[in-house]
């Protein structure tokens, strides 16, 4: 079974960085596409950013040129570092591993979530 | 950006009401739609795949249809535990994005 366990979140001022982590166990995370995706409070879903298997990635408007996704395969860890934080940022970030359920670019899903990880970004 | 409009975004039902969901996209999106469901505090779970498929484990209560531009999701008979909010997601343009979210709440 797949577990995704975020941290990181933290109460950070405007301008300021901060590194999510989420920690993957039940599968081998540089074999799986790997997304992050947020919600501020109260609000709707966000995609932010996706890793692919060869770790290619891609951003939202919104952060890209600021928050960068890695993955380190010693510690089966995926990584979203967020630089020149927002307040516009806040939100709870999940991670979330996608499934291909057919052969093309356009069948997927999110399949699997971690619990999400708060991040306040406040003066 | 494809724009995914739901409708309506909160929703008042009974135990064992018939209920639909809309999601309209801003262009055509073939059947590249997916649903979740999710409750407070909880990270968002997949019921459907595909626009009709069904996701393994979830209740064959949960329904979808459509393709293109318009979609639903209907829940035949709600059950105490489908009080959530649900969101329609694309995955046919980059960014895939998400509905507003309906907000589905006992009567």
């Known amino acids: 079974e797949v577990q995704l366990v975020e941290s990181g979140g933290d109460l950070i001022q405007p301008g300021g960085s901060l590194r999510l982590s989420c920690a993957v166990s039940g599968i081998t995370l540089s074999t799986y596409v790997m997304s992050w995706v947020r919600q501020a409070p109260g609000k709707g879903l966000e995609w932010v950013s996706t890793i692919s298997k060869s770790a290619s990635s891609t951003y939202a408007d919104s952060v890209t040129g600021r928050f960068t996704i890695s993955r380190d395969s010693s510690k089966n860890t995926l990584y979203l570092q967020m630089n020149s934080l927002r307040v516009d940022d806040t939100a709870v970030y999940f991670c979330?591993?996608?499934?291909?359920?057919?052969?093309?670019?356009?069948?997927?899903?999110?399949?699997?979530w971690g619990q999400g990880t708060l991040v306040t970004v406040s003066s | 950006d494809i724009q995914m409009t739901q409708s309506p975004s909160s929703l008042s039902a009974s135990v064992g009401d018939r209920v639909t969901i809309s999601c309209r996209a801003s262009?055509?999106?073939?059947?590249?739609l997916n649903w979740y469901q999710q409750k407070p505090g909880r990270a968002p779970q997949l019921l459907i795949y595909?626009?009709?498929s069904l996701q393994t484990g979830v209740p064959r209560r949960f329904g979808g249809s459509g393709s293109g531009t318009h979609f639903t999701l209907t829940i035949s008979s709600l059950q105490p535990e489908d009080f959530a909010t649900y969101y329609c997601q694309q995955s046919y343009g980059s960014p895939s994005t998400f509905g507003g979210g309906t907000k589905l709440e006992i009567k």
């Open positions: 979330s591993k996608i499934y291909f359920y057919g052969s093309g670019d356009y069948k997927y899903y999110f399949e699997s």
């Open positions: 595909a626009a009709s």
């Open positions: 262009q055509g999106i073939s059947s590249y």
